[in-house]
T-cell receptor, first 115, second 113 residues
């Protein structure tokens, strides 16, 4: 019973490059959430997706960031033209439903370092 | 909007001593509250959650938390600390929209021999 899977676990990019982070939710889960954790900070919500739909992207920076959750395949968080301030740990979580009391199960994260 | 505040960014206890990690919430609606633990370089693992069924919630690894509406608190406790409990602990509240969790800044627990 695999949990939430994220890859890569570590990603190094130079300024101006693109970063693609992948997330496969737990089996049977159709709700995916992306969070960002900056050093010494808690997790900050970025975006919430269901299959083929972005439900809430209120936490996403307006530029350079995008997310998708296609009908087939993993959810992708894409960061274009990365800058040093994008260096952080990015966590994906999934849940079975979208209710407030639902448990969100977290993946191990992708640690992005921008040089 | 719903939010949580964790008092104390670092807590140090001796092995075998009581663990108390504080979390206060702010919410205009009945809150759903969560405690997660994060070990170094890993993801978050759910310890326990409050969903209004019972005010005293028991979780994994011997942890429990009590929801106190009058104090707007949801403090995490464990009677006897183990070395393996050393980790980062996050309190979170479910936003009214139902989509996201709003996390506190975390409390780093250090357990000394």
């Amino acid at each position: 019973n695999a949990g939430v899977m994220q890859n890569p676990r570590h990603l190094v990019r130079r300024r101006g490059q693109e970063a693609r982070l992948r997330c496969s939710p737990m089996k049977g889960h159709s709700h995916v959430y992306w969070y960002r954790q900056l050093p010494e900070e808690g997790l900050k919500f970025m975006v919430y997706l269901q299959k083929e739909n972005i439900i809430d992207e209120s936490g996403m920076p307006k530029e350079r960031f995008s997310a998708e959750f296609p009908k087939e395949g993993p959810s992708i968080l894409r960061i274009q033209q990365v800058v040093r301030g994008d260096s952080a740990a990015y966590f994906c979580a999934s849940s079975q439903g979208g209710w407030r009391q639902e448990t969100q199960y977290f993946g191990p994260g992708t640690r992005l370092l921008v040089l | 909007a719903q939010s949580v505040t964790q008092l104390g960014s670092h807590v140090s206890v001796s092995e075998g001593a009581l663990v108390l990690l504080r979390c206060n919430y702010s919410s205009s609606v009945p809150p759903y509250l969560f405690w997660y633990v994060q070990y170094p370089n890993q993801g978050l693992q759910l310890l326990l959650k409050y969903t209004s069924a019972a005010t005293l919630v028991k979780g994994i690894n011997g942890f429990e938390a009590e929801f106190k509406k009058s104090e707007t608190s949801f403090h995490l406790t464990k009677p006897s600390a183990h070395m393996r409990d050393a980790a980062e602990y996050f309190c979170a509240v479910s936003l009214n929209s139902g989509y996201a969790l709003n996390f506190g800044k975390g409390t780093s627990l250090l357990v000394t021999p």
